[in-house]
């Protein structure tokens, strides 16, 4: 078996390249900042299993153990939900161009940190094989 046929490794190896991907088109985004009629683009969010977002939340209640104790409120299920598709409230400028560079140098640096963990992760995959191996270096 090859170090890259385990499942992890290979998640780790794709969410590497995502993220360099990523940072392509957030780089030309920082790089059209003042070109008339650009539009931001971004790459969707990278999943592991397809089958977790088919994953439903439940309501979960409070327990209340002793009298002295504050009593929860329940949350239902339409609390539970989130708004992906949020806009970012700001203007566009009357050259057409939505590009805000705050957003996208915050974007650039959530990135980064992002592909720095998957690296470091992926590094230390790597050392814990080759720990199991015999192979100390």
């Not at 490794?9 to 920082?30: I, P, T, Y």
């Not at 002793?66 to 700001?90: C, M, N, P, Y």
Request: charged share 20%; no cysteine; net charge positive.
């Amino acid at each position: 078996m090859a170090f890259s046929d385990l499942s992890i490794v290979g998640f780790l190896k794709s969410k590497m390249s995502w993220h360099q991907s990523r940072q392509n088109l957030l780089a030309e985004n920082v790089a059209n900042s003042d070109t008339p009629n650009y539009r931001p683009r971004d790459l969707k969010p990278m999943t592991f299993d397809p089958a977790a977002s088919r994953v439903t939340m439940r309501p979960v209640g409070t327990a209340r153990t002793h009298a002295s104790h504050v009593a929860g409120k329940s949350i239902s299920g339409e609390q539970l939900s989130f708004d992906s598709t949020r806009g970012t409230g700001w203007e566009i400028t009357p050259g057409g161009n939505s590009v805000i560079l705050e957003e996208q140098m915050m974007k650039v640096s959530e990135n980064q940190f992002d592909y720095q963990l998957a690296s470091s992760l992926y590094t230390r995959s790597l050392g814990l094989i080759k720990t199991a191996l015999g192979r100390n270096g």
